[in-house]
């Protein structure tokens, strides 16, 4: 019987999915009821999404050169912004001299969202990887700091007394102690950060660059080609949350134990 | 578990801020990087004469921080109420979850800022297209906040009104409800700063005024200034943004604090 409903639940979602390529087909492809320039054809649409991984026309490269031009500069940026930005927060959340030092000037670059820095980054580095892996680096350290500060703070002070008790020198309570407790939050963070390096740099690629998912989407804009505009959104889409699934891999191979879902 | 804070704090606050403004202030005077980016004295200077005369764009700043304002809130509340509808629907009812998981899991994975040629396509250059951007950045964080709430109500809540009688539709507007605020509350504060990034990514790209627009000038009329003076004032209205949000949540949630 419970079985039975479950699929019921499924069929609802296979049909909402079908529901809607149907109106779009109908409407669009059939009904004609808007613009090609507007919204693209169904059919048109997956027609370009295919030729586009062969052809180059008409924004000089092929979907996958996109691509990987694209994950290139966010990794890079992603990689230093938690390379920096963890172990920041831990030094943070452990040091009280550090913290009352570092906390205001972190304070400070808080609030300011990592694409504001794009037109101060391009007029100092140019529109080369520099300025946007410099623009996802400010975007993922702030997620991961917080992130790893409030992990750390969460640490129980009944741990660390038995820490104390059994002796343990301040590096072990910080390695044995506070970092194991701190992980499960730290992921979080990292996920956190995924997401907006992957949105800073679909900014950064629509405000100047020359390859990438975000520069393909804007040269469909300029020439309006519409289906272009849906299959670079479309790869930008299945691109953040196949990175996003990779992570919750890892974290829940590394966390294993610590709470994590 | 928030301690106080001690007068010691506060010292080495402003000591360090101050250093990094010294240290700002004296690599411009005396390095390279001042024919690169002004010192904190000019950018805190061009900072007060925007407010008060009409030098960047034909506006002054509070005129560019009206109209990117106008442009948040108008997207967040339309965002917001349509979100915290739809996802305590998705939560309350297998079947309208059913029915809109699938396309909300097509939809949310796409950055809000990926919407951006689409809409201007849609919508043309206007006020509409940064509407509706704001309206899907706030949209997914609250439904799926409102979801998640609505979907983790205590089922021995929901069993004990149940057994004394409760309808359906008081068990949703006393039980169901009312337990889902704090999560709904979470996901408004992510999709206010959410909704701040987007507005000025969406100025960015194509505007006549706003924050984003200034700073996006400053970039094509290579001054440096101007960029400075975006940035400050983007901070500060983001800050504030999110400040009152926690205020709000301070004082509506505050049964809740227990909790938390």
Redesign the interface.
């Known amino acids: 019987m419970k079985k039975l409903a479950r699929h019921k639940y499924l069929l609802i979602s296979c049909l909402s999915i079908v529901l809607i390529l149907l109106t779009w087909y109908l409407c669009v492809d059939i009904l004609n009821m808007v613009s090609g320039s507007a919204f693209p054809k169904l059919t048109k649409t997956i027609s370009t999404f295919i030729k586009k991984f062969t052809t180059a026309a008409p924004d000089g490269a092929t979907l996958t050169v996109h691509f990987f031009n694209s994950i290139k500069v966010a990794l890079w940026g992603y990689v230093m912004g938690v390379i920096v930005g963890v172990p920041l927060g831990i030094l943070m959340a452990w040091f009280r001299k550090f913290d009352m030092f570092a906390r205001p000037l972190f304070d400070l670059i808080r609030p300011i969202p990592g694409i504001a820095w794009i037109p101060l980054f391009i007029l100092m580095f140019g529109i080369g990887v520099l300025p946007k892996a410099l623009v996802i680096f400010l975007g993922v350290l702030i997620p991961s700091t917080v992130n790893a500060y409030t992990g750390i703070k969460q640490t129980s002070d009944v741990h660390l007394w038995v820490g104390d008790v059994f002796g343990a020198s301040n590096a072990q309570k910080l390695f044995k102690i506070a970092i194991p407790t701190a992980t499960p939050m730290i992921f979080t963070g990292l996920r956190v950060a995924m997401g907006s390096a992957w949105s800073a740099l679909v900014a950064a690629e629509l405000l100047a660059s020359s390859s990438g998912l975000g520069y393909l989407i804007q040269i469909g804009r300029s020439i309006s080609r519409s289906d272009l505009v849906l299959v670079g959104m479309i790869c930008i889409g299945v691109t953040g949350a196949l990175l996003d699934e990779l992570l919750h891999l890892v974290e829940i191979r590394v966390a294993k134990g610590m709470n994590a879902k | 578990?928030k301690k106080k804070k001690t007068p010691?704090?506060w010292i080495?606050?402003?000591?360090?801020?101050f250093a990094?403004l010294l240290l700002w202030q004296i690599g411009c005077s005396v390095s390279e990087l001042g024919k690169?980016?002004p010192g904190p004295i000019t950018v805190t200077g061009a900072v007060l004469k925007s407010m008060v005369s009409r030098s960047i764009g034909g506006h002054t700043l509070w005129i560019h921080i009206g109209y990117s304002l106008l442009r948040v809130l108008t997207g967040y509340i339309l965002g917001s109420a349509l979100g915290v509808v739809v996802g305590l629907a998705m939560g309350w009812n297998?079947?309208v979850?059913?029915?809109?998981?699938?396309?909300f899991r097509?939809?949310r994975?796409?950055?809000?800022?990926?919407?951006?040629?689409?809409s201007?396509?849609?919508f043309g250059l206007g006020f509409q297209a940064k509407v509706f951007l704001i309206v899907l950045a706030s949209f997914c964080n609250v439904t799926l906040n409102a979801w998640a709430g609505a979907k983790s109500v205590d089922p021995q809540l929901i069993g004990a009104a149940k057994m004394l009688g409760a309808s359906k539709s008081q068990i949703f507007f006393t039980i169901v409800m009312p337990a889902s605020v704090p999560q709904i509350f979470a996901g408004l504060q992510v999709a206010m700063?959410s909704s701040?990034?987007t507005v000025?990514?969406a100025e960015?790209?194509r505007s006549t005024e706003g924050l984003?627009w200034m700073?996006?000038t400053?970039?094509t009329n290579?001054d440096?200034t101007q960029?400075?003076v975006?940035?400050v004032a983007?901070?500060?209205v983001?800050?504030i943004l999110?400040a009152v949000m926690r205020r709000m949540e301070d004082i509506l949630c505050r049964w809740n604090k227990g909790k938390r």
């Not at chain 2, 080495?12 to 801020?17: D, L």
């Open positions: 578990m010691e704090v080495c606050g402003i000591v360090s801020v990094f690169m980016i297998r079947v979850e059913a029915f809109i998981t699938p396309i097509l939809i994975p796409i950055p809000p800022i990926a919407w951006i040629p689409i201007i396509l849609w700063s701040w990034t000025l990514a960015m790209v984003g700073i996006v400053g970039q290579l440096m960029i400075l975006g940035i983007i901070g500060v983001g800050f999110v």
